[in-house]
């Protein structure tokens, strides 16, 4: 399968990011290894995770990043995989954070439970709106210098901050971030294409893509309001059961059709189709769900397929 590489980095990955918010979440622990073994023996190697995963079971978080650890140590495998996770989200127990003090007891944490020596790929998750950028690089300085992170990231901060954190590196000498992780899918398109596209072509950064799939709602199983109660997160996609998001299913189906695919997979595809996007980041909890991910890679839509998805979805 072609490695794509990470820019202004040293990391191959593969071209589909596991998201790990369901490990202990919607799959348990033999579940979460169960899914785990089937992606890695499809030849996969991107795994993304976060401290926090899941608090809004238990409070605090720690299970996502706890299952991963265990599996890696069971297996004897964590060289063959780049591993993701975050720092700064809010918890029950505190609030957005990303603060010097916070990051370095967090990044210790997230080590234990991980039962690795080090993260490739640390994320500010959330963006605490306070920390001086200056305070959070220099945290993220001596992570790196001490070999317990290699590369830094950024997820959900403004398009200011973002600037403001290159050209703070810049001046000061401290790390720059080499990916963004943005909510970006067919269906919500315009903050990342107008607010962050062009510093990502500016800055030169890999693009992770996360609700990939608009929480289930590009797959198809959501088409009337009776569908919302298919799952625990149905509630979450009744935003787009509107014409424009009806509109758009009806384009994946005919193109799934087509291309004798999911609708799941040339969601994905779309996304992989567009030169700024690395690799977009999706979970999966049954066989069938794991199917359609590695599908999508594998697809070559048409220009035809691709101008009636981002006409449909404008």
């Keep these: 399968m072609e490695r794509r590489k990470i820019k202004n980095t040293d990391l191959l990955v593969a071209p589909i990011n596991f998201g790990g918010n369901v490990f202990g979440w919607t799959l348990d622990e033999k579940q979460s290894f169960d899914i785990l073994d089937r992606f890695t023996a499809g030849g996969f190697n991107f795994i993304d995770t ?21 599996w890696m140590k069971q297996r004897n495998n964590r060289n063959d995989f780049v591993i993701a996770t975050k720092v700064g989200s809010e918890t029950k127990e505190h609030g957005f954070d990303i603060s010097k003090k916070h990051i370095l ?38 992570i790196i210098k001490a070999g317990k992170v290699r590369y830094i990231a950024a997820s959900n901060i403004s398009p200011e901050r973002l600037k ?47 609700w990939s799939l ?24 009744r935003k787009y059961l509107d014409e424009k998001g009806l509109n758009v299913l009806k384009a994946l189906d005919e193109i799934s059709v087509k291309h004798q695919t999911s609708q799941a997979s040339i969601a994905l595809a779309w996304l992989l189709a567009n030169p700024l996007v690395t690799a977009p980041i999706v979970s999966a909890t049954s066989e069938y769900q794991l ?20 006409t449909v979805s404008r």
């Design 50 to 70: 976060a401290d926090t995963y899941s608090w809004w079971v238990n409070g605090k978080g720690g299970q996502s990043e706890e299952i991963i650890g265990k």
């Design 291 to 310: 199917k359609t991910l590695f599908a999508a890679p594998e697809l070559n839509l048409s220009s035809e397929d691709i101008e009636l998805l981002n």
């Design 105 to 142: 007891k967090s990044v210790d944490e997230s080590l234990t439970r991980l039962q690795t020596d080090h993260i490739d790929l640390y994320y500010t998750h959330f963006d605490d709106n306070k920390t001086p950028v200056e305070e959070t690089l220099e945290a993220y300085d001596e």
């Design 214 to 237: 608009a929480a289930g709602f590009l797959t198809g199983k959501y088409r009337n309001e009776d569908d919302l109660n298919k799952s625990a997160r149905g509630e979450g996609v």
């Design 164 to 210: 403001e954190s290159f050209e703070v590196a810049e001046k000061n000498n401290l790390p720059k971030y080499v990916a963004l992780q943005p909510h970006y899918n067919l269906l919500e398109r315009e903050k990342f294409e107008t607010q962050y596209a062009d510093l990502v072509k500016e800055y030169d950064l890999s693009v992770f893509t996360y």
